[in-house]
């Protein structure tokens, strides 16, 4: 069974920083490209960032950039975002999603509050 479970959400002040975590199981997450996805309220789901399945490369949003990095462990079939110097607006459901040979696969959603 094909699972990703994200963590590491949670209220943080502006300025602040969160790491999210994403652990996958049931697929080969080494071959999959990764991504975090995010929506705030009232509005679309949007992409954050993505990774390369050997991580070699990454492409963040302009909206993030500077702010965030994602990352992954192969061995241990995790993937990361550290968001750092936090804005209200970073207020937003973010979701791990892995693509590959087997299609999409999307995480649960974890809860980012940015907010003093």
């Known amino acids: 069974e094909v699972q990703l479970v994200e963590s590491g959400g949670g209220l943080v002040q502006p300025g602040g920083s ?3 975590s994403c652990s996958t199981s049931g697929f ?11 929506r705030a309220p009232g509005k679309e789901r ?3 960032a993505s990774i390369s399945p050997g991580g070699t490369g990454t492409d963040i949003a302009d909206s993030v950039k500077g702010r ?3 990352s992954r462990d192969n061995g241990q079939n995790i993937l990361y975002l550290q968001m750092n110097n936090l804005k209200p607006e970073d207020t937003a459901v973010y979701y791990c999603q892995c ?5 999409d696969h999307w995480g649960q959603g974890t809860q980012v509050t940015v907010s003093s």
């Open 18 to 20: 969160l790491r999210l």
């Open 28 to 38: 080969t997450f080494s071959r999959y490209f990764a991504s975090w996805y995010r």
């Open 46 to 48: 949007d992409l954050v």
């Open 68 to 70: 965030f990095a994602i």
């Open 99 to 103: 693509s590959g040979t087997t299609g």
